[in-house]
Nanobody, 121 residues
Framework: QVQLVESGGGLVQPGGSLRLSCAASGSIFRINGMGWHRQSPGNQRELVASISSGGSTNYARSVKGRFTISRDNAKNTVYLQMNSLKPEDTAVYYC???????????????WGQGTQVTVSS
């Protein structure tokens, strides 16, 4: 079994910062890409940021320059540092990871339960 658990969400004022964490646990042979998506009412789930096993990153245009994704391979954890938050960033944030559970397995995408981020004064 593989589980991804997010933490760090909450209520923050516009212009503030939050740091999200997502730790993967269970039977893991290798973690490939990791990332963060978000979803707000009336919208489809969208990619916020992703990071490859080699550390290359990609960001949605709306967050580039404000958010930073990073990972700690020793801890099987991905982070999302969110600065200069705007009300438009309000959403449920989900982490995901491409995980190979064993040498005979293939990459499977796993999702966390999500953590609420609310940006409001």
């Amino acid at each position: 079994q593989v589980q991804l658990v997010e933490s760090g969400g909450g209520l923050v004022q516009p212009g503030g910062s939050l740091r999200l964490s997502c730790a993967a646990s269970g039977s893991i042979f290798r973690i490939n890409g990791m990332g963060w998506h978000r979803q707000s009412p009336g919208n489809q789930r969208e990619l916020v940021a992703s990071i490859s096993s080699g550390g290359s990153t990609n960001y949605a245009r709306s967050v580039k320059g404000r958010f930073t994704i990073s990972r700690d391979n020793a801890k099987n954890t991905v982070y999302l540092q969110m600065n200069s938050l705007k009300p438009e960033d309000t959403a449920v944030y989900y982490c995901n990871a491409g995980i190979v559970r064993g040498p005979l397995s293939y990459d499977t995408t796993y999702w966390g339960q999500g953590t609420q981020v609310t940006v409001s004064s």
